[in-house]
């Protein structure tokens, strides 16, 4: 055993202990006070820090401490989703790394919705207790709230094939790519599974939402000559709310042009969910930035399948510090980040017939705005 591992390992010992571990009770109660808004305080800060920290230490996502934490994030995400609605704009949900849900006043959808990490060693971890990933009475709740799932590619931390099972044995409507439903054929209920083909001047009508497709792909190489297919969706809530998903695209250079094309279309983004990142090709980021001024609620944050056996440290990065790696791309949008179980209500701030303006159009709950100009 090397001295890190031993380390790593006395430190597993004294966390099982609850030695040094920081009370994840306190942690979640300094989440609650502090919700995430437009404005970034050092109170949240702090309170992002606090739980960034816990997960950090080695093999965080096998402690039943942080599994019962992230339990009780879902419960509350559920029991908000199962009580109330926003009467108008639109209510943003974090699971789990990509795992978002957005609320409306009409309907429930998500994108990339997932259990948890897909990685046999965090599956198995949990050898005296509760796994990190949803319980069955989770995956039953998701499957009666949720109408409407979008996956934008097939990868494992991606989309999950317990709540995919369910989403379509209870009738709901599953969009995923060409690829992934042909990874699913042998499946009962592999028909059921959706397919949008790409649009550019005349949107899909999925349920009460309108929905643009772009084909895309996630790079294996930086030839781009290899790699798995992975759809962006812009998707409008009948209130007129835009949300852009792209998935795990890693270069920008197809999705900038497209969303050009979108845009002289007249469709705007007012939010925008999942990875800003490009990391093998052209970053677009800060140009899309400039066209539209979202919101960005930062995710594929904390995907421990990215991080190896027995080793500290933040996984695709911690909350803290997405936050502050994305923030000198994103100058006239608005960064923010949610932790599992939160949610920030977005609401339209444009009269109806109004010419658009981006520098303004989406208030928090609080009636303050969000974006700065
Ligand atoms: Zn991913
Ligand atoms: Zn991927």
Not at 63 to 92: C, F, M, T, W
Not at 180 to 199: F, H, I, M, S, Y
Not at 337 to 357: F, K, M, N
Request: hydrophobic letters at 40%; charged letters at 25%.
């Amino acid at each position: 055993m090397n001295v890190a591992r031993y380390i790593a390992a006395g430190m597993t010992l004294w966390l099982a202990a609850g030695a040094i571990a920081p009370d994840l009770d306190a942690v979640w109660q300094g989440i609650l006070a502090n919700p995430p808004a437009r404005e970034h305080t050092e109170a949240r800060q702090e309170a992002l820090k606090a739980l960034d920290e816990r997960l950090m230490q080695p093999d965080s996502e096998r402690a039943q401490d942080v599994i019962a934490y992230y339990h009780r994030a879902v419960n509350r995400a559920l029991d908000v989703l199962e009580s109330e609605r926003p009467a108008k704009g639109i209510r943003l949900f974090q699971l789990y790394s990509s795992s978002v849900i957005v609320q409306t006043p009409e309907t429930v959808f998500a994108i990339d919705l997932d259990q948890g990490p897909h990685d046999n060693r965090s599956r198995a971890g949990a050898e005296d207790g509760a796994e990190f990933g949803l319980t069955p009475e989770h995956i039953a709740r998701l499957a009666r709230l949720v109408d409407i799932a979008f996956h934008t590619h097939e990868h494992d931390d991606h989309i999950d094939y317990e709540i995919t099972k369910a989403l379509c044995e209870n009738g709901k409507i599953v969009v995923v790519t060409a690829s992934n439903k042909e990874r699913c054929q042998d499946e009962p209920w592999a028909g059921k599974l959706v397919v949008l083909e790409q649009t550019l001047a005349q949107p899909h009508t999925v349920g009460v939402l309108t929905v643009d497709v772009l084909h895309d792909y996630q790079w294996d190489n930086e030839e781009h000559t290899s790699g798995t297919p992975c759809n962006a969706y812009l998707i409008t809530t009948p209130g007129g709310i835009s949300v852009l998903s792209k998935g795990d695209i890693n270069c920008g250079l197809r999705l900038y042009g497209w969303l050009q094309i979108l845009a002289a279309n007249g469709r705007h983004v007012d939010l925008i969910t999942g990875s800003p990142g490009f990391w093998r090709g052209v970053n677009t980021a800060r140009e899309i930035d400039a066209l539209f001024s979202p919101v960005w609620a930062i995710g594929h944050v904390w995907e421990f399948t990215h991080r190896a056996a027995g080793k500290p440290g933040g996984a695709t990065g911690t909350y803290t510090a997405n936050l502050l790696m994305t923030r000198h791309l994103i100058q006239k949008g608005a960064p923010i980040v949610l932790s599992w179980g939160e949610d920030i209500v977005l609401e339209p701030d444009r009269q109806p017939g109004q010419a658009a303006d981006r520098s303004k159009r989406i208030r928090t709950q609080t009636g303050r705005r969000l974006i700065r100009n």
